[in-house]
């Protein structure tokens, strides 16, 4: 293949802006952002899992609080039926006596134990409540946090993406000034070699594989004509030579 030696050194400079491409998708990729997203979520998920069994605990508590309540009040309401029927004189026998005031002392005692059970309760849904409260806080500092986060990576990412669209266009517009062949193989090349395509000769040196050419290789580049497109024998990228490359 032939071309310019001025195109092959230019091709040089389409070489410079794709590494610049690949360097801006792999900060795109690799924002911090993006794990600190990931994290976040991760916690705020575990949080509304927390939040979500605080809060059916309240609810529970609340439910058996007022079921106890419920207990307490007709234990009181049949003590007080009991107790009625003792003050009204009606009940006139000895044993019939006993027996109602046996049941309204066992009622009063049933009456304390449930009042103790529901004190007990009371305490476990204000625990409840408190640490609903405090997850549902945790909970929104953590979105919070997110959002805040989210807004860092979109703004990172219109400014890459900016940078990025400044850079094809650049690129496109110096490729369209390249014979349509050399391009084709270059696209070609960089496709199978990591992104590089071409590379420049420096000091005898390769500077796509890094490996210096041997005597017998730099002797045919530099027999070769400036118009040749030659290629490196180690990796098989385009070889651009300029004044630096020591031939």
Same mark, same amino acid.
């Given at each position: %293949?032939?071309?310019?030696?001025?195109?092959?050194?230019?091709l040089?400079?389409?070489?410079?802006?794709?590494?610049?491409?690949?360097?801006l998708?792999?900060?795109?990729?690799?924002?911090?952002?993006? #794990?600190?997203?990931?994290?976040?979520?991760?916690?705020? #998920?575990?949080?509304?899992?927390?939040l979500? #069994?605080?809060?059916?605990?309240?609810?529970d508590?609340?439910?058996?609080?007022t079921?106890?309540e419920?207990d307490?009040?007709?234990?009181?309401?049949?003590?007080?039926?009991?107790?009625?029927?003792?003050?009204?004189?009606?009940v006139?026998?000895?044993?019939?006596?006993?027996?109602l005031?046996?049941?309204?002392?066992s009622?009063?005692?049933?009456?304390?134990?449930?009042?103790?059970?529901?004190?007990?309760? %009371?305490?476990?849904?204000?625990?409840?409540?408190?640490?609903?409260k405090?997850?549902? #806080?945790?909970?929104?500092?953590?979105?919070?946090?997110?959002?805040?986060?989210?807004?860092?990576?979109?703004?990172?990412? &219109?400014?890459?993406?900016?940078?990025?669209?400044?850079?094809?266009?650049? &690129?496109?517009?110096?490729?369209?000034?390249?014979?349509?062949?050399?391009?084709?193989?270059?696209?070609?090349?960089?496709?199978?070699?990591?992104? *590089?395509?071409?590379?420049?000769?420096?000091?005898r040196?390769?500077?796509?594989?890094?490996l210096?050419?041997?005597?017998?290789?730099?002797?045919?580049?530099?027999?070769?004509?400036?118009?040749? *497109?030659?290629?490196?024998e180690?990796?098989?990228?385009?070889?651009?030579?300029?004044?630096?490359?020591?031939?």
């Open positions: %293949m032939k071309a310019a030696p001025a195109d092959q050194i230019r040089l400079d389409v070489q410079a802006l794709d590494v610049r491409l690949t360097q998708a792999h900060r795109r990729e690799n924002l911090p952002e993006h #794990a600190e997203i990931r994290s976040l979520d991760g916690e705020i #998920a575990q949080q509304r899992d927390l979500v #069994a605080a809060q059916t605990e309240e609810s508590t609340a439910r058996e609080q079921k106890a419920q307490v009040e007709q234990v009181r309401q049949r003590a007080a039926r009991d107790q009625q029927r003792l003050d009204s004189g009606l006139t026998s000895p044993k019939d006596l006993e027996s005031q046996s049941e309204i002392a009622l009063a005692k049933r009456q304390d134990d449930l009042e103790t059970i529901v004190l007990e309760i %009371m305490e476990r849904q204000e625990a409840a409540q408190a640490r609903a405090e997850l549902a #806080a945790k909970l929104e500092e953590l979105e919070a946090k997110a959002g805040q986060t989210a807004e860092r990576r979109d703004a990172a990412l &219109r400014e890459i993406d900016a940078e990025a669209g400044t850079v094809r266009e650049e &690129r496109a517009e110096l490729a369209a000034t390249l014979p349509a062949d050399l391009v084709a193989l270059y696209d070609k090349l960089r496709e199978q070699h990591g992104g *590089v395509g071409a590379a420049r000769l420096y000091q040196r390769c500077e796509g594989c890094r210096e050419l041997n005597i017998t290789e730099l002797g045919e580049v530099r027999s070769a004509d400036p118009d040749t *497109v030659v290629r490196c180690n990796c098989r990228r385009i070889l651009v030579r300029t004044p630096k490359s020591g031939l």
